[in-house]
């Protein structure tokens, strides 16, 4: 009987409104498709930032991509507050800068499995101390790289007595390149590959009797093109890949068929005046396992000092 609760159980854990669902282990929170258009220029100065999203998934996927039975629907909104700071100081040839992103999510989570569940609160704040900036050319083209050092802590709201929560209780390192290219003085073409490691979280979900679980490592990447069609407004398509890299644990133990993919593509828009810009982009996931399959539209609005 234990062990056919432990695989029907989802737990959830969400900020950034990265909603990730997996059992009996879940991926914390990633940055699918939070950054895209332009992603990698920066310049010397201040960044304030403000990332508003919203996703719904009506049904969750098993390992082998196929739905998981019954009446199972996510839907959630998030904040995250971004600020940044990048330096004149020069090292490796790259500006230094650190940043921090607070999130603020809510969600209603409906399954077979539980009661349904609305929760929210403060998610888990994300620090970098090391940010590198280069502004160079290739090729004669505009090229821009930035290589980031990001920890999240493990700040968010948590209660071991529900599945549902802000925060994931554990610590990631989740360092990410990002670079964009403008082949064209319209065209822009910009990548973010991340990766993640997880530590154990020591105070799991106490329905499922355990001392630890530890979420794999993965890999995502975030892909965007856009084009200029008309003065400050780009028009574009955006896209994420999650391959999570190795199995999930529980109390040290590998949890065989655990690891987490999915594929996300939609259309997208840039507004820019001066130093503000204006994101709006739409995801529609597809090829699913372990997690939700749903769809996501997100409104990012920035400013330089």
């Known amino acids: ?5 432990l695989i029907r159980v989802f737990l959830v854990t969400l900020a950034f409104s990265r909603i990730v669902l997996a059992g009996p282990v879940s991926l914390p929170p990633m940055n699918l498709g939070g ?9 010397p100065g201040w960044l304030l930032e403000e990332n508003v999203e ?6 969750f996927t098993g390992s082998s991509g196929d739905r998981v039975p019954g009446q199972n629907k996510l839907a ?12 004149e100081y020069r090292w490796l040839g790259a500006y230094l ?10 969600v209603d989570f409906d399954t077979s ?7 929210g609160g403060l998610g888990d704040i994300a620090i970098s101390p090391l940010v590198m900036q280069w502004n160079r050319k290739l090729f004669g083209k505009p090229f821009f790289q930035r290589f980031v050092f990001l920890v999240n802590l493990p700040t968010g709201q948590y209660d071991s007595s529900s599945p549902v929560n802000p925060g994931s209780h554990l610590y990631s390192i989740n360092p990410y390149y990002a670079c964009t290219v403008f082949p064209t003085p319209k065209l822009e073409l910009s990548a973010r590959l991340n990766y993640l490691w997880n530590s154990e979280n020591g105070s799991p979900y106490e329905e499922l009797h355990a001392n630890s679980v530890q979420p794999g490592q993965a890999l995502y990447l975030n892909l965007a093109t856009s ?6 407004i780009r028009i574009g398509i955006n896209g994420y890949v999650l391959q999570q890299l190795t199995d999930d644990r529980l109390d040290g133990q590998k949890v065989p068929d655990s690891k987490e993919s999915v594929f996300g593509i939609g259309p997208g828009l840039v507004i820019q005046k001066d130093t503000f810009r204006a994101f ?12 939700p399959e749903g769809v996501k539209a997100a409104v990012r609005i920035s400013k330089v000092f």
């Open 35 to 43: 950054n895209n258009f332009t992603d990698a220029i920066a310049y």
């Open 227 to 232: 084009y200029e069609a008309f003065k400050n």
């Open 76 to 87: 959630t909104a998030s904040a995250v507050s971004h600020l940044a700071y990048i330096s």
């Open 54 to 59: 919203y996703y719904q998934a009506n049904h």
């Open 113 to 119: 499995f539980l009661p349904p569940i609305h929760k």
């Open 97 to 106: 800068g650190v940043e921090a992103l607070l999130p603020i999510v809510d």
């Open 280 to 291: 709006l982009s739409c995801y529609f996931e597809t090829g699913a396992q372990n997690r």
């Open 1 to 5: 009987m234990k062990m056919r609760f």
